[in-house]
């Protein structure tokens, strides 16, 4: 199979495991967004973008790499600290790694400690912590 028919295929299954997880932990109530697999990722296996003044979740990047390197069981729990961040955006929330993150993780099962590196916002868009 091609890159990009390899790609495509992984792109659906994130986003049917978005939709799993946001009915199994949230009731489905979380907005509906767009997921990509992105090579360019050095340092992170997730990344959550959203609008800095409004908070309103844009995209949910997935370190094509780190599939490969660390397989779905990984990805499954960088996907939902993600979802983590776009519920967290959804109450009018900046995404953090503050103590309401740590609750909300840890309800849903997964480490409350944060995986990625804070990066300070960049100008239209947040980078997620
Ligand atoms: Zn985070």
């Known amino acids: ?62 370190n094509g790499r780190d599939i490969l390197r660390f397989g779905w069981k990984a990805v499954r729990e960088a996907l939902l600290h993600e979802m983590v961040h776009v519920w967290q955006c959804r109450h009018g929330i900046a995404p953090s790694h503050g103590t309401l993150f740590q609750a909300e993780a840890t309800r849903i099962g997964i480490s409350p400690e944060a995986t990625e590196r804070l990066r300070p916002l960049r100008r239209r868009r947040g980078s997620s912590p």
Not at 8 to 27: I, M, N, T
Not at 29 to 55: C, F, G, N, Y
């Open 1 to 62: 199979m091609s890159r990009a028919g390899r790609e495509q295929r992984w792109v659906a299954k994130l986003q049917g495991q978005y939709v799993r997880f946001a009915l199994e932990y949230w009731e489905g109530k979380l907005p509906t967004l767009p997921i990509r697999v992105s090579w360019r990722m050095r340092t992170r296996v997730a990344q959550l973008e959203w609008t800095r003044v409004a908070l309103q979740p844009v995209e949910i990047s997935i």
